[in-house]
């Protein structure tokens, strides 16, 4: 889909509900894809897959599915060959696995790794593994993160039911997890960092699982709500604090010791996205504000953003497209919009 020779600059979609969860889509067949979660404090909620009409420029839902609780994050399978099943996981209460087709979206299994018990402690995200997609990695409140491995067979052209076995369950923080991401260093299969109200970020490694390394404790043991790796340069990843108006940005070989904070946000960060093309761009949303910085000149102070959009309402959540990275999406209120850089 070409949409170069419309050059509108922001396309917007308005879903019936409050947008928290979304993510872009990497199949190279299925390019301005994404998938929106809602947020509405009940049981009852609810998925949608909207993509853009490339003869209309307006965005379109082409599935809406119900989902038990708002999700705390969902991700398309980090496919960009369109070499597996067309998958979409969910977290909320569990962690499931959704085939996407143009007929309908169906469950192909609930990974719940508590089966002992009548209660479930909340998900709080996940990630999913670029380099293996049969590695997805989940935190939770329960203060462990969980690395599951999924097998999706084909036989003879009968597609198999997708399953997955909890590889390893590690204690990872002293307190709740809050994110969990993977890294692209060492093969990026095996080592992956994440962050919670204990106020760290824990590197850890699937191969040594014995230990882990603190990277960085904030000073006053705030809450850390997110990280998220540099996707050219391994040494480098963000994560921001519980209210704060600024991001870190931190180096693993030099731990406990922030290399740049962008400090010119006017409310609570709420999102950070790196360019998925290069190593010194990164995307921060306050309230109604996406910026786009350029921290080459670190280890300096990095003063101003790039680029700055207003957006109506309070913005939720950014992506930078890993496959299109001209173009980042962010949610506010029950919006959607995406925006050409």
Known sequence: MSLHGKRKEVYKYEAPWTVYAMNWSVRPDKRFRLALGSFVEEYNNKVQIVGLEEKSSEFVCRSTFDH????????????????????????????????????????????????????????????????????????????TCTVWGLETGQVLGRVDLVSGHVKTQLIAHDKEVYDISFSRAGGGRDMFASVGADGSVRMFDLRHMEHSTIIYEDPQHNPLLRL????????YLATMAMDSLEVMILDVRVPCTPVAKLSNHRACVNGIAWAPHSSCHICTADDHQALIWDIQQMPRAI????????????????????????????CYN??????RV
Not at 99 to 110: G, H
Not at 228 to 235: L, R, T
Not at 308 to 321: C, F
């Open 68 to 143: 038990p609780y708002p999700t705390t994050k969902i991700m398309w399978i980090p496919d960009t060959k369109g070499a597996h099943p067309d998958l979409l996981a969910t977290s909320g209460d569990y962690l499931r696995i959704w085939r996407v087709s143009d007929a309908e979206t169906r469950l192909e299994c609930l990974l719940n790794n508590n089966k002992n018990s009548d209660f479930c402690a909340p998900l709080t995200s996940f990630d999913w593994n670029e380099v293996d997609p049969n590695l997805l990695g989940t935190s939770s409140i329960d203060t």
């Open 228 to 235: 998220c790796w540099n996707k050219q340069d391994p040494n």
């Open 303 to 330: 003063e101003d953003p790039i680029l700055a959009y207003t957006a109506e309402g309070e913005i939720n959540n950014v992506q930078w497209a890993s496959t299109q990275p001209d173009w980042i999406a962010i």
């Open 334 to 339: 029950n919006c959607l919009e995406i925006l």
